[in-house]
Each structure stands twice: as structure tokens, then as C-alpha cells.
């Protein structure tokens, strides 16, 4: 059923099939403005699946403050299946500030940067390991010292097992970059992945944006983050994590959260014929966080990202 209190904007992109749709749901009493980001990557359900759900079950006469909605910010994407934009090759977690006169994806990062991000006073970004990549239920964070602070309370608040600190200052065209650089508190979200989230993980997305919301004073409920959770730090950039080497049949010898020693092989790579083609060591002592699903891999596809304890 639809929420009565719900507004809808769609913003023509350069894509006319694939317009940009923006919800807002207005609370009865005053407070802050929450904006959430769903699917910036096509093949990554997680978010679209719990923003559609809050939609549906948040009542506005029991809410304070704005929801700012995008549930699908890369609609192109999410209809291909695909990680990037179909049309132009081009990662949209990647094209921020975005450009109004550039590629369809740098359009699309305008609009969701001024309509979305910058209306907002704190901003979370749902994301998972999509179709090829696995990794732990987890919040992760900057730590720039105008917004960190708060980012770090929201990410505890959301009530993930582990909280990721990233190091000041993030890589350029996020949309935590694009909060960060407008002084917005700003956290994002991951799970496993996979192109049938279990039913489980999205309850845990949406119980976790009502933590914050809590948090924030948005919902007359006391917040409930659960037990402390493990707290990781490192840069997260997984455009600078390890890649495979060569094309070929992926064999992962480690597990997520396992510890990590500098040269320890955490992947064969075979032919089809079972010819080790490359073994694939851990690059400095860690903790694995990212690990590859998918079988096959092709040359410079991601294999892991780590980081290490933050004591």
C-alpha cells in the first residue's frame, strides 16, 4: 500500500527511459534532514529493496524531520543488472560532484549530489558486495574532523557487527566525499552481496536505518545498537586493493574477518585444465573484508581489500 504522506519527484537524465525518482516523506515534527541512496551500483538490491520497505511501514505522524528517498540513484544500472552504467561504462560511486553537461552517469551524480545529497543534513548510503564480491555486515565511516565524529556515532547507532574507519582524507567521487566536502555527516553500508539479498540481511538494512533515525531524534524510540561492534580501520578504496593477475578460474584459501600475514597466498588462480596460472598473496598483515565470489575472474578484477584493527 502506498504511504499517503509520500511525495514523488522525477528528474529527467540524459537517459530519458531512466528517469531519476525522489521521494519525500515529511514527519510531523520538526528535526533533521536524512537523505538515503540505494542501489548507486545496478547489481547491488540491498538498498532499493529496504527503501522501499521503509516507504511502505514509516508512519509520518510518528516521525520528526525529512527522508530525502532514492532508491534506485543508478536506475540505467539496476534494470541491466550491472555494477556501472550500461551506457557509458562509467561507475557512478566514482563521478561525483558529477557534471549537468558531461556523460549520462556524470549527469545522473549532479542531480543526485543536488537534489539528494546537499538538501541534506546527514546522509546513508546503502551498499552490498553485489553480484561478485562478499563481505561482512558493516558500517563504515570517514573521519574528516568537521564530520567524522558524527559519522562514527551514526555508524555505531546503525548496529552493524563491524564498524570501518577510513582515514582523511576519502577517495575523490563518492558520495561520502561529495557529504564530506559540504560538511554532511555521512556513513555507507555493506553485506554479502549476491543478486538475491537473503531476507535477513534487508531486515537488518532497515532495522539499522530506524537505529539511526532513532539516533537522531527522528523516531520516539530508544536506541538499540546491540553489542559493541569489532572496529576496523583503512582507506577501504577498492579501486587500490588487490586485483588478479590473470584471467582464470578463482580458488579463495581464506575467510572473511580472518586474520592476515603479509605473503600469505589467499587465492589460486587456475586454467580449466587445473594448471595453477598464479597464486595471489595477502600484501601486508590484515583483516579480510572484501573476498571474490564469483569463479571466474578476468585480469584486474578485484580479488580482496583488507584492513586492520583500530584499536
Partial sequence: MTNPGLRETRLTTALPDHPLRIFTLKGARAGPVLALIGAVHGDELEGPLTLSALMQSL????????????????????AASTRCSPSDGRNLARCFPGDPGGSPTEVLAALIARHVIRP?????????????????????????????GAARAMARAFGAPVVWRHPAPLPPGRTLSEAQDAGIPAIYIEAGGGIVPP?????????????????????????DPGPAPRQVAGSGDLDHAIMAPVSGLCHCRVDLLAPLSKGDICFDITDLDGRVLASVPAEADGIAMFLRRSRWVSQGDLLMASAHPDD
Fill in 199 to 223: 531476507p535477513e540481511i534487508v531486515s537488518r538494512y532497515e532495522a539499522g536505518v530506524r537505529g539511526i533515525m532513532a539516533h537522531l531524534g527522528m523516531l520516539d524510540q530508544r536506541p
Fill in 120 to 148: 541534506a543534513d546527514v546522509l546513508i548510503d546503502l551498499h552490498s558486495g553485489g553480484g561478485p564480491v562478499h563481505c561482512p555486515l558493516f558500517a563504515g565511516y570517514g573521519d574528516a574532523a568537521a564530520t567524522g
Fill in 59 to 78: 508512519d509520518p505522524a510518528e516521525m520528526a524531520g525529512t527522508l530525502i528517498l532514492c532508491p534506485a540513484a543508478n536506475p540505467e544500472a539496476l
